[in-house]
């Protein structure tokens, strides 16, 4: 049974830094692609970040290139998401996800953590 947990959320003012982990079990882990994905009150759920099993290959929405960066270390089976110059409109439930695939992707992710909260004060 897949399990992914993540950690690292919490309160923090605009202009700061948050490292986001996520634990994952269940799987071979580096035959996976990991994504992280958000959820921002009253909005739908958006693609963030993605990386390939072997973390050659990464993907990014618009919005936060430059800013966030996605990593792994299947050794500890956890990825990451280093998240730096935050500002108000990055607060949001964040999510780490899953495929069986191991090419990154903004879709397609059949496991999903329980999400942790980013908020971002102004």
């Known amino acids: 049974q897949v399990q992914l947990v993540e950690s690292g959320g919490g309160l923090v003012q605009a202009g700061g830094s948050l490292r986001l982990s996520c634990a994952a079990s269940g799987r071979t882990f580096r035959y996976c692609a990991m994504g992280w994905f958000r959820q921002a009150p009253g909005k739908e759920r958006e693609f963030v970040a993605a990386i390939s099993g072997s973390g050659a290959g990464t993907l990014y929405v618009d919005s936060v290139k430059g800013r966030f960066t996605i990593s792994r270390d299947n050794s500890k089976s956890t990825a990451y998401l280093q998240m730096n110059s935050l500002n108000a409109e990055d607060t949001a439930v964040y999510y780490c996800?899953?495929?069986?695939?191991?090419?990154?992707?903004?879709?397609?992710?059949?496991?999903w953590g329980q999400g942790t909260q980013v908020t971002v004060s102004s």
């Open positions: 996800a899953q495929r069986s695939l191991a090419s990154a992707s903004d879709r397609n992710y059949d496991y």
